[in-house]
């Protein structure tokens, strides 16, 4: 088997609150392969955030190692883990984290900036990627003036505009009705059978289903 994109062994995170340590995550061992669609399961407090969070190169383990498309995390500063992580991953959230007062175009377009494409190019790649998602005809609305299954939308064209090996989404239908969640996760669907891997957090076990593969987390810990 190749490489793993996402390689996590023995993986930690212990938050140091001076009077108390919370283990929120304990020994977790985790590959995810190019081209899975693998679902993060648990309840509330399990430990999933935290784990997105390690992942998505926002957050390091305390223990264990982390490996991400062949680099193990530890070996970067800072700024380098910055530039992995804007290189290798979209991210998606529950709440969609647009910036306010900014069109779609220019929210879709953001990413880019940080990897020195030109203007004229970030907003031709951020309406393409606005067109692909139907949402041609609202590049100029902002976010107050969508939807919340456009506005996340929106955000997915923002998390594939830099087309990143990984797309990472924590809770990406919890704000939205049934009929528009079933719209990202149909969406969701689509871009993995094209190719793209997804890793999906969620509680909903009906939202899991559409992913390829489960993983359930229970107290910080992994579980078959
Ligand atoms: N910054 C922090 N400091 C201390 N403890 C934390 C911190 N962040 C999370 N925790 C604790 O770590 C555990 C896991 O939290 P986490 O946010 O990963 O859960 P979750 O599975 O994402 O929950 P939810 O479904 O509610 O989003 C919880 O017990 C939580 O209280
Ligand atoms: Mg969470």
Partial sequence: MSTPLIELQNVSRIYDLGHIQVAALQGVDLDVQEGEFLAIVGPSGSGKSTLMNIVGCLDRPT????TLNGTPVAELDDD???????RTIGFVFQNYNL???????????T??????VSRKDRLARAGAALERLGLGD????????????????????RALVTEPALLLA???????DSSSGADVITLLHELNAAGRTIVMITHDVDVARVASRQVHVRDGRLIA
């Fill in 99 to 109: 910036l306010p007062r900014t069109s779609a175009l220019e929210n879709v377009a």
């Fill in 138 to 157: 609202r590049v100029n609305h902002v976010p107050t003036e969508l939807s919340g299954g456009q506005q996340q939308r929106v955000a997915i064209a």
């Fill in 80 to 86: 380098g883990l910055a530039r992995l992580r804007s």
């Fill in 111 to 116: 990413p880019l900036l940080y990897q020195g």
């Fill in 63 to 66: 223990a264990g190692t982390y």
């Fill in 170 to 176: 924590d809770e990406p239908t919890g704000n939205l």
